[in-house]
């Protein structure tokens, strides 16, 4: 079975498979791929309906995580192209990376990185005093696997941990409505998937209700936060800072203007990335392949 792998990363091999590789940037290469094809191992550059007509003994796109909104599937399922997921095989590595965002924009690290590598680390000012999680009330935008491992990590070091969810929860007392959730929390987490309802989520009206000097991270999807609204709250000095490790356009062009903000940390949408990740995404994509095969029923399958 012929195998693409849409990211320049080794594959440690399985019988039956020949998996090829390919660098997301590679456009050039990836066509050249795209006909002999008959699963991609999907990570984030987008999967049209384009891509699917170069690709005619296509059988399965297999997402190498859990967000599926960078494949077409309505195209994918108009072509009998069957897409599945792996909910859950990333949460370990994007709940810490949530944590070091945290940290990160808390401690101010990026501006005492700066500092030391040109010679100004010691004294620091009165103005990069940082602040500690203990004792912080942190709003998680989501209930799910994350977030619950958040929560957790969280509550080990002492902050106060509320959410909401899709689903009411209005017996829990760590639950609140969203426009709660937000008036009430010193930290928002946002982990919660990209779709028409929550696409600019957090605007301006709402991103107004968090406290003076709030601060807001993202290892979800960049558009479910206005990052105009963003970067107008942040520029105001309402917020106190941002940790992102996605944005509205990815790869994040040079000029956005978060990056210039020595308030925000950034990662280019990496929370997922380690080789804990990578052994467990490997995994779960050789057993669908073997049940593409086989003729089974797919483990996750989204259409």
Not at 62 to 68: A, D, E, H, I, M
Not at 87 to 97: F, I, K, M, S
Not at 166 to 173: G, S, V
Not at 237 to 249: C, R
Request: proline content about 6%; overall charge negative.
């Amino acid at each position: 079975m012929r195998v693409l792998l849409h990211y320049d990363v080794e594959f440690p091999g399985a019988d039956g498979l020949d998996v090829v590789s390919c660098p997301q940037e590679d456009d050039e290469r990836f066509a050249e791929l795209l006909p002999e094809a008959e699963v991609i191992w999907h990570n984030l550059r987008p999967l049209t309906a384009a891509d699917f007509d170069r690709a005619p003994r296509l059988r399965l796109v297999q997402k190498l995580g859990t967000g599926v909104n960078t494949i077409d599937l309505d195209a994918a399922e108009a072509r009998g192209i069957a897409v599945a997921n792996m909910p859950g095989r990333n949460a370990q590595a994007v709940a810490e990376a949530t944590l070091l965002l945290m940290l990160a924009a808390l401690r101010r690290v990026v501006t005492f990185d700066a500092r030391t590598r040109e010679g100004r680390g010691w004294p620091a000012g009165g103005a990069l005093v940082g602040g500690e999680l203990s004792g912080r009330t942190v709003g998680l935008l989501g209930g799910g696997q994350i977030a619950g491992l958040v929560r957790g990590m969280l509550e080990a070091i002492g902050a106060r941990v509320l959410y909401t969810s899709r689903t009411r929860r209005p017996d829990d007392p760590a639950w609140r409505e969203l426009d709660d959730l937000l008036r009430a929390s010193d930290i928002i987490s946002v982990h919660i998937p990209l779709t028409g309802d929550t696409h600019h989520l957090l605007d301006a009206r709402r991103l107004a209700l968090l406290p003076p000097g709030a601060i807001v991270v993202n290892t979800a999807r960049g558009a479910i936060i206005d990052e105009a609204a963003l970067v107008a709250a942040l520029s105001s000095g309402w917020l106190g800072g941002a940790g992102l490790d996605v944005f509205e356009q990815e790869p994040v062009p040079p000029d956005n203007p978060l990056l210039a903000l020595d308030n925000v940390v950034v990662m280019p949408h990496v929370a997922y990335l380690t080789r804990e990740t990578w052994d467990r995404y490997f995994d779960t994509a050789v057993e669908n392949c073997r049940r593409l095969a086989a003729g089974e029923d797919l483990l996750h399958r989204v259409r």
